[in-house]
Every structure is written in C-alpha cells, then in structure tokens.
C-alpha cells in the first residue's frame, strides 16, 4: 500500500485518464467515462463459468458502493465494517475462507477482527504490536494471519509478522535492509512476496522458513523498472495467479508488471504488461480468474477490472465513489470484494483537512 497524493495533484491525471478510458471496451457491456478496470475472481470452476455474466453486470454502469454491493442478495448482512476513532486509516485487509475480516491499520498497526456474518470490530492485534500495517493475508490452511508491518516514521527494517488468527505472535521475519513493505501476495506452495516500494524490489518468504523466528527475509526481484521519484512508491500490489505468474502494480507510472516464476521458484522474466492506458495510482491487486485482476485506482476512487490477452490487458471500472480506497479483498463468496477505503492522503499530510468519518471498509459486487 500506499499514502495517496493530494488530490490536486491528481487533477491533471484523472483528467487525462477519464479521456483516454472513455472509449471502453464492451459495448453496451462496459462502463462510460471511467478510467478503472476489470477484475478477476478466485480462480475457482464456478467463478470461471461466470466471468461473462460477472463483467456485464458490474460494467453496465459505475455505481457507488453501497448500490453496487446490495445488489447481489449477500448470504450475510455486512456490507459496511464501520471502524473505530478517527485515526485508523485503514491499509490492509483480508478475507479468511470462515467469512472472517482482518483490518489493518496504517496508522498505529492495530488490527481489527469481525467475526462471520457480523459487522461488530473487536481488537485482535493492539496498537504497538505493529509500527504500520500495510498488507494481510490469512493462510487457512494453517490458521495464520500474516502481516506486512514497517515503521514510516523512522528508518527501520520492515518486517513479515506471523500470527495465528487468534493474535499470538508467531514469528517475526526483518527485510535485510531499511525500506517498506507495501504489500503481500502467497503462491500456491505458501511462500510469501512482499513488496517495497521505497526500493524498488520484491521479497520472498520461504514456506519453509514461515514460522521459524528471526529468520530473514531475502530479496528476490529488484529491478529499476520498480523504483519511483519520492515520496511516492514505485512497486506495490501484488498478486499470483496461482500457477507461474506474480503480478505487480507500479504506483507512480500507473503501470503493470508480470514476473514470470522458473520452477525452483526464481524470477525467470519481467514483461511490461501493455495496458489500453496508464492506471491513476493503483495500489492494492488480486488475481481472480483467467487472465482477470482486480485492483484499486486511489487517485480516482475506483475499483477497477483488468482483462489480460497475453502481454496486453484492457482496464475499465466497475465501482466508482470510492473514498481513497487503500486495500482490497476478495471475499469468501467469490463475487464481491472487501475495499478499505484508508484516506491516506489525510495521514500523510498532502491533504491537511479532516478526513471523513468514519473509516470504512466497504463491500461491492464485482
């Protein structure tokens, strides 16, 4: 994740973006005047069955998120997770297979919990625990929660913390060097990639080396291609497809990124995904299906689909209205998404009026 710019900074951007995203692709499947793209869901045969379905009801038209997310007829009655205090700024977030959501804060690194089906937030990492929450996955096969915690305030080393998901500590794991650590993704084995931004890099966990304390966690990709002019980040969401492929988002240059992984798990290439137009500061992405991602545009407030032809994709948007949206998560039913919508310009201080109360994590039909 990301801190969002000020928005005027982003009024040149979006403008270029909403012309250059007016002619979307679809027909009368796509939506008018938006800059965002496509999304994918879980790589499951029932979500493949119905990709088609999926792209022209969401793209028909750019809702707000409270109209696009009650559509669906949820089995639960969360739509909106309404966090605590005024500070939270929510930078990450994750959706366990029980219905489980974990929310992670930017701010003060607490993380919050609400339990299947309710929309109470209960404490399950307290402040201190955690500098800055800014990725989480849950691992359900082995009941853990897995965060990506670095200080900004100061120049530290970043770490992966491991928890069980009833908040004890399980190991913790230290980049090898100062920078961030942006956000997370797991391939199908269980090994971990993080992203630092401030580097330009991307790290990888061993399974192996998961729960073993102390144990460091290596780079595995660095590439110039990844770097950013400060402060703003170059490299920063993530997302494996599930067989061979880690994608990656470039924040400033509002671009993609595909690594090809070898089979001893090495970086084998990185290909420049060619995009129908630049992205406007996209943060959070996750694979859902066939050559379909999903991710954030904070700089314009959109969740957006992205549809993959080889090494070219077509991105168009299928939720607007978003409040600097920070962090995304497919949720266990496998057609909607967790957005949380941090604000971060706020923290920050490129915006120095108050942010919107309260912090949301919002849930929307894709």
């Known amino acids: 994740m990301v801190l969002a710019p000020h928005r005027l900074l982003l009024a040149s951007t979006l403008a270029s973006a909403l012309i250059a995203c007016s002619e979307v692709p679809g027909g009368d499947d796509a939506v008018a005047d938006s800059s965002s793209t496509d999304s994918t869901s879980s790589s499951s045969d029932s979500d493949s069955d ?54 992670g804060s930017r701010a003060d690194g607490t993380v919050v919990q609400t339990l299947p089906c309710e929309t109470d937030v209960t404490t399950l990492i307290p402040a201190g625990e955690l500098a800055h929450v800014g990725g989480l996955l849950v691992d359900d096969g082995r009941d853990l929660l897995i965060a990506c915690d670095a200080d900004l305030q100061q120049p530290t080393s970043p770490s992966i913390a491991v928890f069980t998901r009833t908040g004890e500590l399980v ?33 990888r966990l061993p399974i192996a080396a998961l729960t073993v304390d102390g144990s460091a966690v290596p780079t595995w990709l660095s590439d110039p291609a990844f770097t950013a002019e400060p402060p703003l980040r170059g490299i920063n969401g993530l997302a494996h497809d599930g067989e061979s492929t880690l994608y990656a988002v470039h924040t400033q240059l509002g671009a993609l990124h595909a690594v090809t992984i070898a089979d001893d798990g090495q970086p084998a290439g990185l290909t420049l995904i060619q995009l129908d137009s630049p992205m406007v500061y996209p943060d959070d992405l996750e694979w859902v299906a066939t050559d379909r991602l999903l991710v954030i545009e904070s700089g314009i407030g959109f969740l957006t689909q992205i549809s993959l032809n080889g090494n070219e994709g077509v991105h168009w948007g299928l939720v607007g209205g978003l409040d600097e949206p920070s962090a995304l998560a497919l949720d266990a039913d496998g057609i909607r998404a967790w957005i949380a919508e941090g604000q971060l310009s706020h923290l920050g201080g490129q915006d120095p009026a108050p942010p919107s109360l309260p912090f949301r994590v919002v849930r929307a039909l894709f």
């Not at 060097?177 to 992203?195: F, I, K, M």
């Open 50 to 103: 119905s990709t088609e379905d999926t792209t022209e009801s969401s793209t028909d038209s750019t809702e707000d998120t409270t109209e696009s997310s009650t559509d669906a007829g949820p089995d639960c009655p969360q739509e909106t997770i309404v966090l605590p205090g005024d500070t939270f700024h929510p930078d990450a977030v994750a959706a366990a297979a029980d219905g489980t959501i974990y929310i």
């Open 171 to 203: 190991a913790t794991h230290p980049f090898e060097e100062t920078g961030t650590c942006d956000d997370l993704a797991r391939d199908p084995q269980g090994n971990v990639y993080a992203s630092d931004g401030a580097n330009g890099r991307i790290l």
